[in-house]
C-alpha cells in the first residue's frame, strides 16, 4: 500500500448515506475514498417517495444526480469494487477488496445498507420494491384505497397494519401459520375488519413486478394490488462485525447520537444502523456523519 493509497477517511458503501456523508467531508477538504461494490437494496424498486425536491424520481436518477455533484469535489476518490476485509493498524484502519487491492485511512464509516431475508415464495423477488413493498411511508400513498395485503406475522404484522389502515379499508394479513398476536390486538384488527389468513403462500402472480393473484397451499387464490411484507434481515458487510462493532437487539449496527459505533474511529450511517428505511433518512444521517467525521479530524488535528 503506497501513500497514494493513504486517506482521512474511507467510506464503504456509494449509495444516498455514503454520498451524503462524501459530501460533508469534501467540503471540508478531507481527503475521502468511497468504496461501492454497486449493489443498492432499492436497484429494482421503480420510484422513490417521500424525500423534498426528488418526490417521485426513480432512484438511479437520484443516485446520478448526487454521484454527479459529489464528483466535482476534488479531495473524493471513488473506487469499483467489494470490500471484503477491514482490520485496526498503526495508523488508523486497513481495508482489503475482493481483487486483494488495499487502502487505509484514519476513519471508516460504513454505509453498507443491509440485506432483507425474503422468503422463497415463487414471484416474490420479481415483486420486490415493485408491487410488494415495505414502507407505508415510502409507497404506501400510491396504493391508497386499493386491496392491499400484508405478508408478516406478530408485532411486525401489528404494527404496518395499523398505518396502513389509514390508507385502505380493504386490508388482509398473511402470517403464513399460526397468527402471533396478543389477546388485544386481535381485538383491535377485529375492531378494524382486518382479515387474517394462516395458510402457507405458494406462489405470487405477476406482470412485470405488478402482483395480480396469491396462490395459496390449499389452492386458494386471492387479488391484491400491493402487498407489505416485513422480515427478519442482515448486514451487507460482516466487516463491522469482524472489527468488535457491537449490534443492537435487532441487528442494527450500535452507534451513539454522534453516529460513532462501538468501536473508536468507526461510524454508521444508513439503513444499517437505522429502522427508518428512506432515502431522506440516509441522505440525512450520511450528512451528520460526515460533520461528526470531521468535527474528530480537526479535534485531534487542531
Known amino acids: 500500500m503506497t501513500k497514494q493509497d493513504q486517506f482521512d477517511v474511507i467510506i464503504v458503501g456509494g449509495s444516498y448515506a455514503g454520498l451524503s456523508a462524501a459530501m460533508s467531508l469534501g467540503r471540508s477538504l478531507r481527503k475521502v475514498l468511497v468504496i461501492d461494490s454497486g449493489k443498492p437494496c432499492n436497484e429494482q424498486t421503480p420510484y422513490s417517495h417521500n424525500f423534498l425536491t426528488q418526490d417521485g424520481k426513480t432512484p438511479k436518477e437520484i443516485s446520478k444526480i448526487a454521484k454527479e455533484q459529489v464528483r466535482d469535489y476534488d479531495t473524493l476518490q471513488f473506487h469499483d469494487g467489494l470490500a471484503t476485509e477491514g482490520k485496526k493498524t498503526e495508523n488508523g484502519f486497513e481495508i482489503t477488496t475482493e481483487k486483494g487491492e488495499k487502502f487505509g485511512a484514519k476513519k471508516l464509516i ?6 432483507d431475508d425474503v422468503p422463497k415464495i415463487k414471484g416474490f423477488s420479481e415483486c420486490w420494491g415493485i408491487s410488494l413493498i415495505h414502507c407505508p411511508y415510502c409507497h404506501g400513498y400510491e396504493y391508497k ?19 396502513v389502515n389509514n390508507l385502505t379499508d380493504d386490508l388482509t394479513i398473511l402470517t403464513r401459520g399460526k397468527a402471533d398476536f396478543t389477546e388485544e390486538q386481535f381485538q383491535k384488527l377485529r375492531q378494524h375488519n382486518i382479515d387474517i389468513i394462516e395458510t ?10 405488478n402482483i395480480e393473484t396469491l396462490i395459496l397451499s390449499d389452492g386458494k387464490k386471492l387479488n391484491f394490488d400491493a402487498v407489505y411484507g416485513a422480515f427478519l434481515f442482515k448486514q451487507h458487510s460482516d466487516i463491522p462485525d ?45 450528512n451528520l456523519t460526515g460533520a461528526m467525521v470531521n468535527m474528530d479530524l480537526t479535534n485531534e488535528d487542531f
Open 200 to 209: 402457507e403462500i405458494d406462489e405470487i402472480q405477476h406482470q412485470n413486478g
Open 242 to 286: 469482524s472489527l468488535g462493532c457491537e449490534f443492537t437487539e435487532h441487528g442494527h449496527i450500535k452507534i451513539d447520537n454522534k453516529q460513532n459505533t462501538t468501536v473508536p474511529g468507526v461510524y454508521a450511517c444508513g439503513d444499517n444502523s437505522c429502522a427508518m428505511r428512506s432515502v431522506a433518512n440516509a441522505v440525512y444521517t450520511g
Open 145 to 163: 384505497g386499493k386491496k392491499t395485503g400484508i405478508i408478516a406475522n406478530g408485532e411486525r404484522a401489528f404494527h404496518i397494519s395499523s398505518l
Open 110 to 115: 460504513f454505509a453498507t445498507g443491509i440485506i
